[in-house]
């Protein structure tokens, strides 16, 4: 009987040791899981913006000029993400060639970011063998985790013809990351062989196991008077796509007949 009472009391001891120094507690798998898992809120139901909660000592990389606010734990720091290359691959898709580092110190804060459009944020996840290829200037930020590299589209009429021009952002690695897009988003998962016609210019994004190509719009009088332009865009399954429901640069040619004409004056001879 002493016996099992030194035992437990033994036990007692190292459990009050432990409850005075909870530094020595080893931190559980389930513990170090919930701790990895970025909590974040997307505001707003147009013109959204990102809001990032963080723990200290943990950051995020976000497109230069593109935060909102933060609170005062946070520090910035713009920094090579990947190295030169990796900045000079990003300026080719028209980001910057430096990201903006945003880190928590000391207590636990937050950060937003918005797009530089009238439109909607969306979160991809990518992890290893499942990566997300998408339009430039989509992205918005992404947890240190993730990888920005660029895609090329397979088929050359594609890049001519297909409004994304040649090049795509590839994101890989493990991780979130956050998109915005002009308009409202339309998200589909296509089936293995299912195909969708997209208007060119339209499409976000989608997984790297959707095939990318063209088609012509129709016969030669739909095509020179249909309005839709000659091609269509044409994304194969299977996968995840995401559409925009608005062009940018559809916008902006539709404003420009009502923007102020600079007058012209002729000085007399």
Not at 75 to 88: F, R, Y
Not at 110 to 119: K, R
Not at 246 to 257: G, L, N
Request: hydrophobic share 45%; charged share 20%.
């Amino acid at each position: 009987m002493k016996k099992y009472q030194k035992i437990l009391t033994h036990i007692f001891k190292i459990i009050f040791s432990t409850l005075k120094n909870p530094k020595h507690i080893s931190p559980s798998p389930v513990n170090v899981l919930l701790r990895n898992i970025m909590k974040s809120e997307i505001i707003g139901n147009n013109l959204q913006m990102a809001k990032i909660d963080l723990l200290p000592g943990e950051g995020i990389f976000a497109e230069a000029g593109s935060m909102v606010n933060m609170s005062g734990t946070m520090v910035m720091e713009s920094q090579l993400k990947g190295g030169i290359i990796s900045g000079l691959k990003r300026a080719v898709v028209g980001e910057s060639v430096f990201l903006t580092k945003f880190t928590c110190q000391n207590a636990a804060g937050f950060v937003s970011f918005a797009g530089t459009m009238p439109g909607k944020i969306f979160t991809v996840n990518v992890a290893p063998g499942k990566e997300f290829i998408a339009q430039k200037s989509s992205f918005l930020c992404c947890e240190e985790s993730v990888e920005l590299d660029i895609a090329f589209t397979e088929e050359i009429r594609a890049g001519l013809f297909g409004g994304e021009g040649f090049i795509l952002q590839r994101m890989n690695g493990n991780g979130t990351a956050f998109l915005h897009c002009c308009g409202d988003i339309i998200e589909m998962t296509l089936r293995p062989e299912e195909v969708i016609k997209v208007q060119t210019g339209l499409v976000v994004g989608f997984e790297d196991t959707v095939k990318y190509d063209i088609a012509l719009a129709g016969g030669i009088t739909t095509a020179l008077f249909g309005g839709e332009g000659l091609f269509v865009t044409t994304l194969t399954g299977p996968g995840r796509v995401v559409l925009q429901s608005m062009d940018i640069a559809k916008i902006a040619a539709s404003i420009i007949p009502f923007l102020p004409k600079p007058e012209i004056k002729v000085k007399p001879v």
